[in-house]
C-alpha cells in the first residue's frame, strides 16, 4: 500500500501559553494543522484568535508550550540554535504584512533579494543574477530592480517581499495578512500571485489572514477560533454533465486524534445547540440534535427518515456534552435537518 508523503507542516495539540504581568494567555489551545507538499492553504480567524502566534512558532522566532510542529522534516520544538539558523534560512522563507520587516528602506529591489542570498551564503556571481531576474518577473516586477521600496506601490512591495521569501529556494513559504495594507483588487492580485508562485515553484504555502476574501484564491480555507482549527473549506472545480464548469466548496470539521470536533458556530447558533447535544451513530454519518431539556425526543419532535421507510435505524444515541457521554431513551422521532455531512451544494446556491 502507498504511504501518505509526510506532510510539509504538521501541528498536533500545539499550545503556546504567554504570560504577561502574572496573567496567563492561552494564545494557542491545542492546535491541528497538517499542510501537504505543494498545498497552498489559508489559516482565516478573526483578531485575537492566534494566526501570528502560530506564524511565528512556524517561523522559527518562538517556540510553543506543548504539542508537536514539524515543517520539513524539522522538528520545531526541540531543534537548537544552529538548526534554527539554517532553517530559517533555507526551509521557510516569509512574507509579513509591514514592509518594513519584509524590505530594507534603502536597497533596491535587486538589492533587497540579493542580500537574503548573501546572509544564507546562496547562489553567486551569475547564478545570482540571473536568479534574481527570474524571481523579478515571476512576479511580475521586473520594471522594479532598480527602484528602492519607498518608490514601489504597496502591491510591488509585497510581491519585491514574495521575491526576497523565495530567494534561498524555501520549501515552505509562510505569510502573515500579506495582504493587510492593501486595497481589495491589489489584494486579488497578489494572492494570484502567490498562487502562480506555489503552482510554478511547487512552494508549499501557509497564508494567515483576518481576510475571509482569502479563500477564493487558496482551495483549502482552515479556520482558526480561540487558538483551534475548527472547520476547513476545501473548493474544487467539477464538469458537469453539460459541459460546465461548476465550483464546490465543501465544509469539513476538524477532527483531533482523540475525537474532539468543532461545530461552526453557525449550526451551534442557528439550532441553540448548548450544554449537551443528542448523537446517533448511522452505518455512514452521524446525527447531530439539539438535547435541550434532556427530554428524549428533539423539539421538532420528528426523526430523520422517519417518512423513509428503508432507511437503517439509528445504531446508537446519546447525549454528548460536559460531562461523559451517556446514552438516552431512543427518541421516538427526532429532528431531521441538523446531521452533520459536508455540504456540496455548488458554491453559488450556499
Ligand atoms: N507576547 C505576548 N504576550 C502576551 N499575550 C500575547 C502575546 N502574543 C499574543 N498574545 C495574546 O495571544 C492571543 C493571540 O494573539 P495573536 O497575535 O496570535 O492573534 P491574531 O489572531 O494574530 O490577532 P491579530 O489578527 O489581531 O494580529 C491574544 O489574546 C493576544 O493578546
Redesign the pocket.
Known amino acids: 500500500m502507498a504511504t501518505a508523503p509526510e506532510p510539509h507542516i504538521l501541528c498536533t495539540d500545539l499550545v503556546r501559553i ?1 504570560t ?1 504581568e502574572g496573567v496567563e ?1 492561552q ?1 494557542l489551545q491545542g492546535l491541528n494543522l497538517r499542510v501537504d507538499p505543494g498545498e497552498m492553504v489559508a489559516v482565516v ?1 478573526a ?7 502560530l506564524l511565528t512558532i512556524l517561523s522559527g522566532l518562538d517556540t510553543a508550550t506543548a504539542g508537536a510542529a514539524r515543517v520539513a522534516g524539522h522538528d520545531l520544538l526541540t531543534m537548537g540554535s544552529r538548526e534554527r539558523v539554517a532553517y530559517r534560512r533555507h526551509t521557510v522563507g516569509f512574507v509579513w504584512q509591514q514592509t518594513s520587516r519584509n524590505l530594507l528602506p534603502y536597497l533596491t529591489a535587486a538589492e533587497n533579494i540579493a542580500l537574503a542570498m548573501n546572509v544564507a551564503r546562496g547562489r553567486r556571481g551569475a547564478a545570482r543574477a540571473a536568479r534574481i531576474e527570474e524571481l523579478l518577473e515571476l512576479l511580475e516586477v521586473g520594471d522594479a530592480r532598480d527602484r528602492r521600496p519607498g518608490e514601489l506601490s504597496g502591491g510591488q512591495q509585497q510581491r519585491v517581499a514574495i521575491a526576497v521569501a523565495l530567494a534561498n529556494d524555501p520549501v515552505v513559504l509562510l505569510a502573515d495578512e500579506p495582504t493587510g495594507e492593501l486595497d481589495e483588487s491589489t489584494s486579488a492580485a497578489v494572492l494570484e500571485a502567490m498562487r502562480s508562485v506555489n503552482l510554478e515553484l511547487g512552494v508549499t504555502t501557509l497564508i494567515v489572514t ?1 481576510d475571509p476574501g482569502v479563500s477564493g484564491h487558496v482551495r483549502r480555507t482552515v479556520q482558526i477560533r480561540d487558538g483551534r482549527t475548527s472547520t476547513e473549506v476545501l473548493r474544487s472545480t467539477r464538469v458537469d454533465e453539460h459541459g460546465e464548469e461548476q465550483h464546490i466548496a465543501e465544509e469539513f470539521a476538524v477532527l483531533d486524534r482523540v475525537g474532539r470536533l468543532q461545530l461552526p458556530h453557525e449550526f451551534v447558533q442557528s439550532l441553540e445547540l448548548r450544554d449537551r447535544v443528542r448523537l446517533a451513530l448511522e452505518p455512514d454519518h452521524v446525527g447531530v440534535w439539539p438535547g435541550h431539556d434532556g427530554r428524549a425526543d428533539g423539539p421538532a419532535g420528528r426523526a430523520p427518515n422517519s417518512d423513509a421507510p428503508d432507511s437503517p435505524r439509528p445504531r446508537a444515541r446519546h447525549a454528548a456534552g460536559a460531562s461523559d457521554t451517556e446514552t438516552v431513551a431512543e427518541p421516538a422521532a427526532v429532528a431531521s435537518d441538523t446531521e452533520s455531512h459536508a455540504d456540496s451544494r455548488p458554491e453559488e446556491e450556499r
Open positions: 504567554f504577561a494567555v494564545a480567524g483578531s485575537g484568535s492566534g494566526k501570528s502566534t483576518h
